[in-house]
């Protein structure tokens, strides 16, 4: 780390073996990312339940190259986060998870998916449990009622939009997944 971890304490009386558990768990995070910049730790008990004991929040502020990251941990309705090391495992646990997330955002591992196309349904055989759908680009593509989902080809008609995944067929492109958007909207 850049810069030394600062750990604030409210509502809390501060001990050693607190601190050197805080201090375990943060060094632990650089395995996680090796730019963490800074690091900020609050552990505070900010109300008493009347049925209750003390329940701790701990709050991680995290900054890396590119972003901040913060992580939140309210008290729980249970009586897990009575206990402090508890309450601090289950940040630094969070805190953890989003470094590991940030790190494959950064490195470009993130799977993204692609929004997919928009079309409407321009001809419809129900009996035959069939119909063709028109793209965006003015092409007529096949569709089989097993390829609509949530068994929504029933309530299909001429003009209804749906989004589709395009798929090569044996006689050509088809739509291999088709997702019901709009019973009948505007013509795309």
Not at 20 to 44: F, G, N, T
Not at 120 to 138: M, W
Not at 145 to 172: H, K, P, T, W, Y
Request: hydrophobic share 35%.
């Amino acid at each position: 780390m850049e810069h030394p971890l600062q750990i604030s304490f409210r509502g809390v009386t501060s001990t050693e073996a607190i601190e050197a558990k805080v201090k375990e768990r943060a060094a632990r995070l650089e395995r996680y990312h090796d730019q963490i910049m800074s690091c900020r730790v609050m552990i505070e008990s900010p109300h008493r339940h009347q049925h209750q004991g003390k329940l701790y929040h701990v709050r991680i502020d995290l900054t890396v190259p590119g972003a901040e990251l913060v992580v939140s941990r309210e008290p729980p309705a249970h009586h897990e986060h009575e206990d402090v090391y508890v309450a601090i495992r289950d940040a630094f646990d969070a805190a953890q998870r989003r470094l590991e997330d940030h790190a494959r955002v950064r490195r470009g591992a993130v799977k993204v998916h692609a929004d997919r196309p928009v079309a409407r349904v321009c001809q419809l055989f129900p009996d035959g449990g069939y119909g063709f759908v028109e793209t965006p680009d003015g092409r007529e593509i096949y569709f089989h009622r097993n390829s609509v989902l949530d068994g929504a080809f029933d309530e299909l008609a001429v003009g209804s939009r749906i989004e589709f995944a395009e798929a090569m067929g044996e006689q050509g492109p088809c739509a291999s997944t088709v997702r019901l958007v709009d019973k009948g909207g505007p013509r795309v």
